[in-house]
């Protein structure tokens, strides 16, 4: 009988009650209801069972009977079976279950089978598995505790939980099919055993010998299909890749889905690699592995396209979690971006340390451009130096002020796609003097080639020397902050997210995969705020004491910055509703210059005299105002003593050097 099993995605903790193992004898229970008359278990919570045999067919039908679960009630409607309190259904030799099941639909559905013990209900233990569509065969390990005692099998279709959508969030309650129960592990007499967790070598060549059992899905827009006719430069020895037209943004094509226990990374491969085509510089490139058991656990690394062919790393040790199985792979071109250039292909997709096939230029080597690879080739280092380099941006600092102009091609130093750069004198607080000033305008990856060598002579890294650091000063918060060190078109790639502020920055490429201390790295490139969205006016950054090949950076000590008393820059106003008893008046504060935060504070009067002139003073005395005790936020609701009286309001904007006192207008009319 064919069976898919599927991954146990939660397993919730038991409770003990001290019941002796002697009580029970653990002996196998199955049922498949091919004998059953009329339903003998026990429906709850608006569920409603029957036994029939026109289940419906399809890949993995069990034939027979099978019993009809119409659940219409709770997300926690079942049925269960009890057995005689001297059964145990699972035991210590073994704790696994099995059962079909049939889901209606492709929502995300999850079913339960909980274990109960009937003497005591609250003793109990589930597993609660997600389900596809049609029939498919779960089979799940219980923790075994000999102090318990379980002879209540509760099954729940339609359940929610982890990465299940509760059934009010568009999705109905409905009918399900179940079969071929069976505890401890058997069917039929076979012995079902828990499917064993693998993380196999898979490449994907898209070859005749082929054995990775691809399959090809494209949803957003994505178009894909196999061809011979490849631009040239691709895998050695292929004939086939896989030409992809793409809608860029969320547009992607899957390329495999593995069995729920298997997963695309290991400990010693968190590496996955592909030959890419690209018809254009400068686009995401984005690799995601997920779950096929939980939607939810997905983890996604890009890469910067190059225009030709290149050899792409996706290091997921970032990020991925070697107790997830990561089964499916899938590929973004463009990602998040607007695409306007194709066609992409790809080809010898590598995942758990399978090995492609080289690009005809050589392994690890690359199109034309800028970016990519998988950390270069190895050189001659022995013609290579690696000084110890500082940039500190001061006057005397002639390397640094290479990078303070636009890079080209004579001159590769400096900034690229769009940002600028200029040596400024004390940029916000700092105690360092001079610093690299980046203003990131033009494309997401804007940044700044900070040392490129042209001699051929020197390296920045090198076996003792594996780290980059500098000071960088970020107006947002949690700022992604990239170093690329690049060899000719192969380059290795860390990220770290910068605080708002100062903050002294470390990037120790030992820990990156593809690093290697026998590759001479003669470019080292920042990029400020990397992918993300560019701003409008566009944020500066500070770049200080860049510091390589064992040289130090010094930390910022942030200068206190000077505090400014308050000053009114927009007045206060107060909303134009209709003054009338019971009707609420909305203050809004305006607008104070200086050093925030401001501690505000709201005052409202009841005043005499109408004042047409908006100030940055209390009330004064000619207006004959008097202050109404108590009220003292930004919305107020006129009551009976108001009537007659014109209402205005102040706001008071304080810090350490003083306060600021900006007073609307009183309302056009006195209050009816």
Not at 60 to 76: H, L
Not at 183 to 199: A, L, M, Q, Y
Not at 352 to 361: P, Q
Not at 383 to 412: C, Q
Request: proline share 5%; charged share 15%.
């Amino acid at each position: 009988m064919f069976r898919k099993f599927l991954a146990i995605a939660l397993a919730l903790p038991l409770f003990s009650i001290g019941l002796p193992a002697a009580q029970a004898a653990a002996s196998p229970w199955s049922e498949n209801f091919d004998s059953m008359a009329n339903f003998s278990g026990t429906d709850f919570d608006g569920n409603t069972s029957s036994i029939v045999s026109d289940q419906p067919a399809g890949e993995g039908f069990t034939s027979g009977k099978a019993i009809k679960m119409a659940n219409q009630g709770v997300a926690w409607a079942g049925t269960k079976f009890v057995l005689a309190t001297t059964r145990n259904l699972i035991s210590s030799t073994n704790s696994t279950a099995s059962i079909s099941v049939y889901s209606p639909d492709a929502l995300d559905r999850c079913f339960n089978m909980k274990l109960e013990n009937s003497a005591n209900p609250g003793l109990n233990t589930e597993k609660i598995v997600h389900v596809t569509q049609g029939w498919q065969t779960i089979s799940v390990t219980y923790t075994y505790d000999a102090t318990r005692i379980y002879n209540v099998v509760a099954l729940m279709p339609n359940i929610f939980d982890v990465g299940c959508k509760p059934n009010s969030t568009n999705k109905a309650l409905t009918t399900w099919y179940v079969d071929n129960i069976s505890f401890p592990g058997s069917v039929d007499g076979e012995v079902i055993k828990p499917e064993t967790r693998t993380t196999p070598q898979v490449l994907i060549n898209f070859e005749s010998t082929d054995s990775s059992g691809y399959a090809l899905t494209d949803f957003g827009g994505n178009s894909s299909s196999l061809v011979t006719d490849a631009p040239a430069g691709g895998s050695t020895g292929s004939t086939k890749s896989l030409k992809i037209v793409t809608q860029g943004g969320e547009a992607g094509t899957t390329l495999v889905v593995k069995s729920s226990k298997t997963s695309l990374i290991s400990l010693t491969g968190f590496v996955a690699k592909a030959n890419i085509y690209s018809p254009v510089a400068g686009k995401k490139i984005m690799l995601q592995i997920g779950s096929s058991v939980d939607p939810s656990q997905v983890v996604k690394i890009d890469q910067t396209s190059v225009v030709g062919w290149k050899t792409y790393s996706f290091n997921f040790e970032v990020g991925g979690n070697l107790e997830i199985d990561y089964s499916i792979a899938t590929i973004f071109f463009s990602y998040l971006q607007p695409n306007t250039e194709n066609p992409w292909y790809i080809d010898d997709v590598a995942f758990n340390g399978a090995v492609g096939a080289c690009l005809a230029s050589g392994c690890n080597s690359g199109g034309g451009g800028t970016g990519g690879g998988t950390g270069g080739g190895t050189v001659d280092i022995g013609s290579y130096t690696s000084p110890a380099t500082l940039l500190n941006f001061e006057d005397a600092d002639a390397l640094g002020a290479l990078a303070a102009t636009d890079a080209n091609k004579d001159h590769p130093q400096g900034a690229f796609e769009g940002a600028s750069t200029m040596m400024v004198y004390s940029p916000v607080g700092s105690d360092r003097g001079s610093s690299l000033a980046i203003t990131k305008a033009g494309q997401i990856w804007a940044g700044v080639n900070v040392l490129a060598d042209q001699t051929g002579k020197v390296r920045y890294t090198n076996a003792d020397n594996s780290k980059v650091t500098f000071n960088f000063y970020s107006p947002k918060g949690n700022s992604p902050t990239a170093v690329q060190l690049f060899h000719g078109d192969a380059y290795v790639e860390l990220v770290q997210y910068a605080p708002k502020g100062w903050s002294t920055l470390t990037f120790d490429f030992a820990t990156v995969q593809g690093w290697s201390a026998n590759t001479a790295y003669d470019k080292v490139v920042i990029f400020p705020d990397f992918m993300m969205e560019v701003s409008t006016p566009a944020d500066v950054y500070y770049l200080d004491d860049v510091a390589l090949n064992g040289a130090v950076t010094t930390p910022v000590t942030p200068t206190a910055p000077e505090i400014v008393k308050p000053k009114v820059t927009k007045a206060a106003s107060l909303s134009s509703n209709t003054p009338k008893v019971g009707a609420t008046l909305t203050l809004t504060r305006g607008e104070f210059s200086g050093s925030a935060a401001f501690a505000y504070k709201f005052y409202w009067y009841r005043c005499s005299v109408k004042g047409s002139t908006a100030t940055t003073a209390k009330p004064a005395a000619s207006a004959k105002c008097t202050l109404i005790p108590g009220k003292t936020a930004s919305k107020y609701k006129l009551v009976a003593a108001d009537k007659g009286k014109y209402i205005r309001a102040t706001v008071s904007a304080a810090n350490s050097k003083g306060f600021a006192y900006s007073t609307t207008k009183t309302t056009a009319v006195k209050v009816g």
